[in-house]
């Protein structure tokens, strides 16, 4: 599958801010909560976030990178349409954005945090080489969850 990346544009967002999963992945619905849907509207006017398009010109999912100055890292987050998850295209689609990313931000070391009952999403982060780092409780999304911080140096 090759991945285009662009930036996302206003139509982008007012799909992504629609996109619902089925069973426990309804915890990542972009409408879950107030906060998130604005966050999904908005996402053509922040920086560092990007629309993914497949090869026949589908958004199939948008990622962000983000740094943090104090642990001198950047973050990375990734959303994959509804109906492309659960399809066998994870590690495709995760080794394409940290490519992109890589190529963009020029980093050393890429991290994430990942719900901990995703083990789909674990899996995929685990076979190119993600190690985890921290567990912890967060509250997002009105609800306490446990969250798994993840790392992969290069």
Request: glycine residues 6%.
């Amino acid at each position: 599958m090759k991945i285009e990346f662009r930036l996302p544009t206003e139509s982008d967002a007012v799909d992504i801010a629609a996109w619902k999963y089925d069973g426990e992945y309804s915890f990542y619905d972009n409408d879950k909560t107030e906060a998130k849907q604005e966050w999904a509207r908005n996402i053509h006017k922040e920086e560092n976030n990007f629309a993914m398009y497949n090869e026949k010109m589908e958004l199939i999912g948008n990622c962000n990178f983000d740094y943090d100055e104090e642990e001198g890292a950047y973050y990375f987050g990734v959303q994959v349409k509804p109906c492309y998850t659960g399809k066998g295209n994870g590690t495709e689609i995760v080794k394409a954005v940290l490519n992109f990313g890589r190529e963009k931000y020029t980093y050393n070391t890429i991290k994430l945090l990942v719900a901990k009952f995703n083990r789909r999403a674990i899996r995929v982060y685990e076979k190119l080489g993600f190690v985890t780092v921290e567990e912890f409780m967060w509250f997002v999304n009105n609800e306490d969850k446990i969250f798994i911080a993840m790392q992969k140096v290069y």
